[in-house]
């Protein structure tokens, strides 16, 4: 019986222990299960995340890289002094906002030569001065306008708001409030202005970059600041990196690099952050773009010109006193000095000198302006060549010697009118590339070109030709009403004169070339005896000197 009972307990202490084991069994699946429920759960939020991040990270990239792209098309009115360099709609952006500093630029370039000349004007100092302030008042309202938060978050939506799936559970992509940054990258690289060293009158240290001129590079001209925008050349809107975009931020005022830069550069770079809605939370990304219009264009001041005037003046002198000053055409034409006789008569049986002089004959000999200039020993024409060819090179950058010789030998030096007319001709909205064209007629200059423009600077003799005597103008005379014999000395002396009145290109003008022709023509008494010098002695007087071909007409 003990041994039955005793077996009894035993089986029922196995069963009770079997079952304690398989209560634990279940609760331990049970365990297991909720927690592979969590690993499942905790992987699908993962998974989610990891997918949201991804889709917050390229949708603000996209997001970012179209504010890059639609920067160019920000873009304010253009002051009427720089219509020349705007848009054809007369805008300033991105893509030209390089042209109104270039011209700013080449207005108080021409100032600082005519102040290092000792030439310059109260009026050239103002337009200079005016030139610099409405190229910095449109810097500063393009950048107000590129900055703008309202601008920004524009551009931003529009691609970013596309770029979330609409089956997403994440909503859709908005900048994370509306602080947006801008940058200055690439200082010293180029900007989309190309120039020549020649094209500048006055030397600029440190602003060239691969023929460009250099993009946030600070320097000074005439006392004033510049400073352009980085372009490279061929580069298209791309991302950059969040490091290089913060080391040049223009919002970092302790930066010191943008401190180098006076003034509020434009910028070429932004950023912003995305931010999107999911069930569990919210997610973020920020992206840096940098812009690039894409266009290159050529330092320059498009609607200028320069002119070229001839002046020619004869002045008469009676026994080495000067008595009357009379004005000559370009052509060869006859003159008579009857003033003369007013002032002085011969001393001897009354009667006066009659006097003659042949006027205007250099333009026969130098029938076009490229010979004209060859006044003596051709420096007058070097002079003269180096002084118009740096001012048209301020129009048209590539402009050749050899092209403005070419336009000179083209004009007649017979123009009634005496002035002549270099200027542009543009095929193209933008005024880029011009041809050079030159003409003497008014009625052929485009409407655009102000006649009345003035150079604003004072005259500067840049050559003084040596006189010519009796070559190729010469003069004659003879005695009339009788009275005792006296003979008479006369001759004549020429000269050339080369004078330059620069303009800084402010009102078009950039400069007057001015060739005078001064002949003085001088009569000397000579007292002989027993000589008589009537009219009956005038046929001999003719064959004697060899001017008899000049006889005016009786």
Same mark, same amino acid.
């Given at each position: 019986?003990?041994?039955?009972?005793?077996?009894?307990?035993?089986?029922?202490?196995?069963?009770?222990?079997?079952?304690?084991?398989?209560?634990?069994?279940?609760?331990?699946?049970?365990?297991?299960?909720?927690?592979? +429920?969590?690993?499942?759960? $905790?992987?699908?939020?993962?998974?989610?995340?990891?997918?949201?991040?991804?889709?917050?990270?390229?949708?603000?990239?996209?997001?970012?890289?179209?504010?890059?792209?639609?920067?160019?098309?920000?873009?304010?009115?253009?002051? @009427?002094?720089?219509?020349?360099?705007?848009?054809?709609?007369?805008?300033?952006?991105?893509?030209?906002?390089?042209?109104?500093?270039?011209?700013?630029?080449?207005?108080?370039?021409?100032?600082?030569?005519?102040?290092?000349?000792?030439?310059?004007?109260?009026?050239?100092? +103002?337009?200079?001065? !005016?030139?610099?302030?409405?190229? /910095?008042?449109?810097?500063?309202?393009?950048?107000?306008?590129?900055?703008?938060?309202? !601008?920004?978050?524009?551009?931003?939506?529009? %691609?970013?708001?596309?770029?979330?799936?609409?089956?997403?559970?994440?909503?859709?992509?908005?900048?994370?409030?509306? =602080?947006?940054?801008?940058?200055?990258?690439?200082?010293?690289?180029?900007?989309?202005?190309?120039?020549?060293? &020649?094209?500048?009158?006055?030397?600029?240290?440190? $602003?060239?970059?691969?023929?460009?001129?250099?993009?946030?590079?600070?320097?000074?001209?005439?006392?004033?600041?510049?400073?352009?925008?980085?372009? *490279?050349?061929?580069?298209?809107?791309?991302?950059?990196?969040?490091?290089?975009?913060?080391?040049? $931020?223009?919002?970092?005022?302790?930066?010191?690099?943008?401190?180098?830069?006076?003034?509020?550069?434009?910028?070429?770079?932004?950023?912003?952050?995305?931010?999107? =809605?999911?069930?569990?939370? *919210?997610?973020?990304?920020?992206?840096?773009?940098?812009?690039? @219009?894409?266009?290159?264009?050529?330092?320059?001041?498009?609607?200028?010109?320069?002119?070229?005037?001839?002046?020619?003046?004869?002045?008469?002198?009676?026994?080495?006193?000067?008595?009357?000053? !009379?004005?000559? &055409?370009?052509?060869?034409? +006859?003159?008579?000095?009857?003033?003369?006789?007013?002032?002085?008569?011969?001393?001897?049986?009354?009667?006066?000198?009659?006097?003659?002089?042949?006027?205007?004959?250099?333009?026969?000999?130098?029938?076009?302006?490229?010979?004209?200039?060859?006044?003596?020993?051709?420096?007058?024409?070097?002079?003269?060549?180096?002084?118009?060819?740096?001012?048209?090179? =301020?129009?048209?950058?590539?402009?050749?010697?050899?092209?403005?010789?070419?336009?000179?030998?083209?004009? !007649?030096?017979?123009?009634?009118?005496?002035?002549?007319?270099?200027?542009? +001709?543009?095929?193209?909205?933008?005024?880029?590339?011009?041809?050079?064209?030159?003409?003497?007629?008014?009625?052929?200059?485009?409407?655009?070109? &102000?006649?009345?423009?003035? @150079?604003?600077?004072?005259?500067?003799?840049?050559?003084?030709?040596?006189?010519?005597?009796?070559?190729?103008?010469? $003069?004659?005379?003879?005695?009339?009403?009788?009275?005792?014999?006296? =003979?008479?000395?006369?001759?004549?002396? %020429?000269?050339?004169? %080369?004078?330059?009145?620069?303009?800084?290109?402010? *009102?078009?003008?950039?400069?007057?070339?001015? %060739?005078?022709?001064?002949?003085?023509?001088?009569?000397?008494?000579?007292?002989?005896?027993?000589?008589?010098?009537?009219?009956?002695?005038?046929?001999?007087?003719?064959?004697?000197?060899? /001017?008899?071909?000049?006889?005016?007409?009786?």
């Amino acid at each position: 019986m003990l041994t039955l009972a005793h077996q009894s307990s035993s089986v029922k202490n196995r069963y009770r222990r079997r079952n304690n084991r398989g209560i634990a069994g279940i609760f331990f699946v049970a365990a297991m299960a909720v927690v592979l +429920v969590l690993l499942i759960w $905790c992987g699908f939020q993962y998974a989610l995340m990891l997918k949201g991040s991804q889709q917050v990270r390229h949708s603000t990239d996209a997001a970012v890289l179209n504010i890059a792209k639609r920067a160019p098309e920000v873009t304010i009115d253009a002051y @009427p002094l720089y219509y020349d360099v705007a848009d054809s709609h007369r805008k300033i952006g991105l893509s030209n906002i390089n042209r109104v500093w270039g011209k700013a630029l080449l207005i108080n370039a021409n100032c600082e030569e005519m102040r290092q000349e000792d030439l310059h004007s109260d009026e050239a100092v +103002v337009h200079a001065d !005016t030139a610099h302030r409405f190229a /910095r008042w449109t810097n500063d309202s393009l950048q107000m306008r590129l900055t703008d938060p309202k !601008t920004i978050k524009k551009n931003f939506q529009e %691609i970013g708001e596309r770029r979330v799936n609409s089956a997403s559970t994440f909503a859709p992509l908005q900048p994370d409030s509306n =602080e947006f940054y801008s940058a200055t990258i690439g200082q010293g690289e180029p900007s989309n202005l190309n120039f020549k060293k &020649d094209q500048l009158p006055v030397p600029i240290e440190r $602003c060239q970059a691969d023929g460009y001129l250099a993009g946030y590079q600070p320097y000074k001209l005439n006392n004033k600041e510049y400073s352009f925008v980085s372009f *490279s050349k061929g580069e298209m809107p791309h991302l950059v990196s969040d490091q290089l975009f913060l080391k040049n $931020c223009v919002d970092l005022r302790s930066s010191a690099r943008h401190n180098r830069i006076s003034g509020t550069p434009v910028s070429n770079a932004f950023m912003a952050t995305g931010i999107i =809605e999911g069930p569990t939370g *919210s997610l973020r990304a920020s992206a840096s773009g940098l812009a690039n @219009p894409q266009r290159q264009f050529t330092l320059a001041i498009p609607y200028a010109y320069i002119t070229i005037q001839l002046r020619n003046r004869a002045k008469w002198y009676f026994e080495n006193k000067f008595v009357h000053e !009379t004005a000559y &055409d370009n052509h060869p034409e +006859v003159q008579n000095g009857i003033p003369i006789k007013r002032y002085k008569k011969f001393a001897k049986g009354g009667g006066y000198l009659d006097g003659y002089a042949s006027l205007g004959n250099e333009f026969t000999k130098n029938g076009n302006l490229n010979k004209l200039l060859d006044f003596k020993d051709g420096t007058s024409k070097r002079v003269a060549i180096q002084r118009m060819l740096q001012r048209i090179r =301020e129009i048209k950058s590539d402009f050749s010697e050899q092209e403005l010789q070419g336009l000179l030998a083209q004009q !007649t030096s017979w123009n009634d009118s005496g002035k002549y007319y270099i200027y542009p +001709v543009y095929s193209t909205p933008d005024c880029s590339d011009p041809q050079i064209v030159m003409t003497g007629n008014p009625d052929d200059l485009p409407k655009w070109l &102000d006649c009345e423009s003035r @150079p604003e600077g004072l005259d500067k003799i840049v050559h003084d030709d040596v006189k010519l005597i009796d070559e190729p103008n010469y $003069c004659w005379g003879y005695r009339v009403m009788g009275g005792a014999g006296e =003979e008479f000395d006369h001759w004549t002396e %020429i000269s050339s004169r %080369i004078y330059w009145k620069p303009g800084t290109g402010y *009102s078009q003008c950039l400069g007057e070339m001015r %060739i005078e022709h001064l002949t003085e023509i001088f009569f000397r008494s000579v007292a002989t005896e027993n000589t008589k010098h009537d009219g009956g002695d005038l046929d001999d007087y003719w064959l004697r000197t060899g /001017r008899w071909m000049s006889r005016p007409h009786q």
